[in-house]
């Protein structure tokens, strides 16, 4: 693919993007500075640059003064790094506007996806990259964090041992990664051909601000969540906890569906509760405006509370499998479509006004869905896993069959009593890192060996149903893991999939013209096809078929580890550059985010890797 960026998209284009007409501050004047020359923000802090602006103001003064006759007074020379930081991100907003109809008609050629890093060892998913084409295929499972810095950015694309030219998509968890991607990477940004940005947010964060929106549009809704909070209050009081034996868990306001959490103390507790409300034995602190606005509790917990909580659980139980070790990103999908099948079977079953609240969530689920969590490139990469390759097989009477374990449903996620919120030891020593680096590395050796015991007896449940599964595929019944509550639109998934390949290729062929548009449907489309239908056996990419292989991703932590050791060596010499300690840094968020670690700051952990010894780690 050539060099070419359209001219309208060119960084230098967007220097009248930020400010008040023709008196930018001084912050924005550092943000285009920022953006036209390809330095840090971190550069910008530093006491020099601060000299620099100050030796040229002066210079300035003298020459203005010199030439024009002209004295003046230079305002003191003060910025602050949160301040030209936002000026960068509305910089970095502007420009992103202005091509992100260019990127988006690229559509896919690969993806990586947020499914929820916190609390996730996997990081970044990628899903697909024209699976008929080894050399071609860019696996990413770095997570791109908000707070990268420029030589984060640089060090990690450097790093990677792949044809840059053919890396087509990097996901950021928010706004501010992506436009350091679009400011930072190069003067083009995610414009370069062959680097376009494709933006999917944390599903997480989508799915909490879904229930936002659903409050601020739903009166109803904003009573019941106010009332649960005032009940909250009530038994956080210290006199009503000593009296009545009750523990109020500290649960943020801003935790993911606090709601649930909240709903879920209440009837855990609900008659202890229920017989404190109904004596009206409120906590004298209270003042006689909130005693007169409590009235309602008299009743003691309304019906509409048993309601929410079961609004909420399917809702709580996605949130819990984007965040666990065991989500997948290409499977995000279809645990969305399950959520909203669940919510779908609850109409007609609820009080009145839990039918109107239901209304109201589910309609404002799909829709942020849809418009924030890129529904349509979700179902895309679910079309490339083993399961939904399997389903697209016997739609189209491939035969074969493909023995791979179930994955979990969204139905059979545990909802915990109430989710203890996972505290940093800020006193970790550091002798103790290694021992919890060992004691983590034990448990991933056991979760493998136990997922490899799930796998066998799935596959010995699969050879004893062998027959019965041959006469439903014969009579065309459904034999699929997780049938239950996908959507209709899943059962035409290969000719989506298609279409979206052949958009792919009218894009490709309007940027380089010497692309045909329709030799490069078929290439695509026959790459797809290849995959779709040669036996396992014969694939040439099996990293398909280890999205369900807990070895795949064990291996693939041990990698990183490795990659550290020479780096670290070098940086015991007094050849150690300052883009070394970066580089270690770098590996180690890597590493700390793909084995789930919680030490303190990455500058410990750098210095604890450091001083291993080579028989330290088994690898």
């Not at 019941?224 to 009545?244: C, E, G, P, S, T």
């Not at 009206?280 to 003691?300: C, F, I, K, M, V």
């Amino acid at each position: 693919m050539p060099n070419y960026v359209p001219a309208e998209h060119q960084v230098e284009n967007t220097q009248q993007a930020v400010g008040s007409g023709n008196d930018p501050s001084l912050e924005e004047i550092i943000a285009r500075l920022i953006a036209s020359l390809d330095i840090s923000l971190y550069a910008t802090m530093k006491p020099a640059f601060k000299s620099f602006l100050e030796s040229f103001a002066k210079w300035l003064k003298n020459k203005v003064n010199r030439e024009q006759g002209i004295n003046f007074t230079i305002p003191d020379i003060e910025f602050t790094r949160r301040g030209v930081r936002e000026a960068l991100i509305t910089l970095g907003k502007t420009d992103s506007s202005r091509g992100l109809k260019f990127c988006e008609e690229f559509r896919i050629f690969s993806i990586s996806l947020d499914c929820g890093t916190h609390g996730s060892r996997h990081g970044l998913f990628s899903c697909v990259c024209n699976p008929g084409k080894t050399d071609r295929h860019q696996f990413f499972d770095t997570t791109i964090s908000t707070n990268w810095t420029y030589e984060d950015y640089h060090t990690w694309f450097d790093s990677l041992k792949v044809n840059k030219n053919h890396v087509a998509g990097v996901v950021g968890d928010g706004l501010p990664a992506q436009v350091k991607g679009l400011c930072h990477w190069r003067p083009e940004g995610a414009l370069f051909p062959g680097l376009q940005t494709v933006y999917i947010r944390c599903l997480n964060h989508v799915l909490n601000n879904a229930i936002v929106h659903a409050r601020k549009q739903c009166p109803l809704l904003n009573e019941l969540m106010n009332r649960v909070h005032q009940i909250i209050i009530i038994f956080k009081n210290h006199d009503m906890r000593a009296r009545y034996k009750i523990r109020v868990p500290s649960i943020p306001e801003t935790r993911w569906l606090y709601i649930y959490d909240t709903l879920f103390f209440i009837f855990d507790n609900l008659e202890t509760i229920n017989t404190a409300l109904r004596s009206g034995d409120l906590p004298l602190s209270l003042s006689r405006a909130t005693r007169e606005q409590l009235q309602w509790t008299r009743d003691g917990i309304p019906p509409l509370f048993k309601d929410a909580l079961m609004i909420f659980k399917p809702l709580k139980q996605l949130q819990l499998w984007l965040e666990s070790n065991k989500s997948m990103g290409a499977y995000a999908f279809l645990m969305i479509q399950q959520c909203q099948g669940m919510l779908d079977e609850m109409a007609g079953r609820l009080t009145p006004d839990g039918e109107e609240i239901l209304r109201s969530i589910t309609t404002i689920f799909k829709n942020d869905m849809k418009e924030y969590g890129r529904i349509d490139l979700l179902r895309f990469a679910f079309g490339f896993t083993p399961l939904a390759r399997k389903i697209i097989r016997d739609k189209k009477g491939f035969g074969g069959k493909t023995n791979y374990p179930p994955i979990m449903q969204l139905k059979d996620v545990q909802v915990p009593t109430i989710p203890s919120l996972r505290i940093i030891n800020r006193e970790i020593t550091f002798e103790k890192l290694g021992e919890i680096l060992e004691e983590e590395r034990t448990e991933r050796v056991d979760e493998v060996a136990e997922h490899d015991e799930e796998i066998q007896q799935a596959e010995e449940e699969q050879m004893l149903n062998d027959d019965h599964a041959a006469e439903t595929n014969a009579d065309g019944s459904r034999n699929s893991l997780v049938w239950d509550v996908v959507d209709e639109e899943i059962k035409d998934l290969y000719t989506f999939m298609i279409t979206i390949l052949r958009q792919r290729a009218i894009a490709e062929s309007t940027v380089d013209p010497t692309i045909n548009k329709d030799d490069r449907a078929k290439e695509l489309s026959d790459a797809s096809d290849f995959f779709i239908e040669q036996d396992d056996s014969h694939l040439i990419n099996g990293h398909h078929l280890a999205q369900n292989d807990g070895k795949f991703w064990y291996m693939n932590g041990i990698k990183q580890l490795k990659a550290i050791r020479p780096i670290g060596k070098r940086m015991m010499s007094l050849s150690c550059s300052e883009a070394d300690v970066e580089r270690v840094i770098s590996e180690l968020r890597k590493t700390r985010n793909s084995m789930n670690e919680s030490c303190k700051e990455e500058y410990v952990a750098c210095r604890f890797f450091i001083k291993l010894n080579d028989d330290q780690f088994d690898i």
